[in-house]
């Protein structure tokens, strides 16, 4: 159930993250691009982190 | 002539190179087409990369960064991030029942896992048909970079045979090896060059902020997460993160991947590094994309995929835009290579094998699968002569094909009984009905804003779930 743990995770900060995301202005520029990136981008790390995890079990099943 | 000089000094390098110590090794099926299923975490996460990121991504990226925006790097990235999660589902099982097996194609897997040899046949056969455009997208993509790099003098057509007589050469000699050594150092300069790119062409803008600040006052929609004139509705996004899911795993070059892991772990390691690069390196092109607007303003179609080189010539030195340039020539090639090594294979172990009845010894098998790559070649550069859409289009259309078959693979692999019946239908009635959709007998209406794709993938999902309780029943 560990696996379902770290996808559920993501999932659940994946929304907090696009809500705000989808509400920021566009036009406020962070480094010159738009801060909804920059979100983005803290939403990309932890899914690549769940997956990490995730991706173990799989493994540990597999073998 | 220094373009020539950079030209042919980097694909000297990187392909000429990757060929050394390959000939030496007795040819077989296992070293030709798998490189003896020994790739460890590096080689075969670049190997990986090298494969996937091709014309779409140098060339489709800008453009659609042009076309939509900075959404469009958002999209590809986590659509791609989601592939990786496909790799781990998938991937994982593929490896371990293709160690035991021995199996060396997708197809293989399918008719070792459902003992039905026409189902094989079907499965192949779709993969071969919609994997044909994606190969011609990559000689297109190096066409219409060569004919620009060289102001004209190679034109597009003596562009496109040129490279693909480069890669047949280096693929019939090399196998497997050589595309893997070439991925390895073809996937390293790819991000560099294009981290450089940015940084060379932003501060010929006046600087990154610079930059954007200008695009943002010719066109604010280009910053909105909807995309310009709100291209990405909530809709499409949904449409394009599960996409990739499905499809870029069912590419035969990279299923074929899946197999040549040395162990478990490495094949999970290359997932994970896989799902987190695109993060970093796709928003490279598309910034270039985006900055397009300042330089050359109201390009549209097939003409906005032309930004990057358009870009690089007029912001950067010749040197350094032909290098770059020849990057991405030298990326389309070893997207080229494995699309045409998979699709030999699969032609020679999915058909000829079973059709003639006879299994060649290892020599005549490689050199059937060298034949093919030679013709493969040559019906992807008649592709080419005439490309029939832009190229985010004309990979859409291949990609859809090949994510049908995801829910049947998914099945099998897993070790559910699929009723024969509703496996067929779970392929040919999603084919029929992209085929309406891409001729516009279908109206796009019906999927109520969504992607034509998501109701095809929905229809095959159904046919193989559908299939498995009929199976469970009996």
Known sequence: MKKWYYIFFTLLTGSILGFYLFSEDSKDLILGLPRWVFYYGVLHVIFVWALHYFSRDIAIQER | MMVYIILLSYLAFIFLGSLIGVKSKDATPESYFLADRNLTTISLFFTIL???????????????????????????????????????????????????KGYITPAELIYGQSGDRPLSYLYSGVMIVFTLPYLALQIVGGGYILESITGGDINYTLSVILLTIVTIVYVVIGGMQSVARTDLKQGLLMIVFMFLAVVWVGSDLGGITQANKEVLSIDSSLFEPSGKNGFYSGQKWFSFLIFWFFCIPMFPQLFMRFYIAKDLNILRKSAVLYAFIPLVISIFPVMIGVWGHTSFPG?????????????????????????????????????????LLALSTMITRDFYVPVSGRQPDFKKEVLIGRVLV?????????????????????????????????????????????????????????????????????????????????????????????GVRMANKK
């Open chain 2, 299 to 339: 390009l549209e179609g097939k003409a906005a995929d032309q930004i990057l080189p358009m870009m690089l010539v007029r912001h950067t030195s010749e040197w350094f835009s032909a290098l770059v340039m020849t990057g991405a020539i030298a990326a389309f090639m070893s997207t080229l290579d494995s699309q």
């Open chain 2, 50 to 100: 090298a494969t996937n990121f091709s014309a779409f991504y140098f060339l489709g990226f800008a453009g659609e960064g042009y076309k939509v925006g900075y959404a469009h790097y958002v999209m590809m990235a986590l659509g791609t991030a989601f592939a990786g999660l496909s790799f781990i589902i998938l991937g994982t099982r593929v490896w371990k029942i293709g160690k035991i």
């Open chain 2, 374 to 466: 030679a013709i493969l070649a040559c019906l992807g550069m008649l592709i080419a002569f005439k490309p029939f859409d832009t190229i985010f289009d004309m990979g859409k259309m291949a990609f859809s094909g090949l994510a049908i078959l995801f829910p049947l693979s998914y099945a099998l692999i897993k070790g559910y009984t699929v009723q024969r019946y509703w496996a067929f239908s779970s392929v040919i009635v999603p084919l029929v009905m992209l085929f309406l959709f891409y001729y516009q007998v279908l109206p796009t209406s019906i999927c109520l804003g969504f992607e034509y794709f998501v109701l095809i993938i929905i229809i095959a999902i159904i046919c193989v779930s559908v």
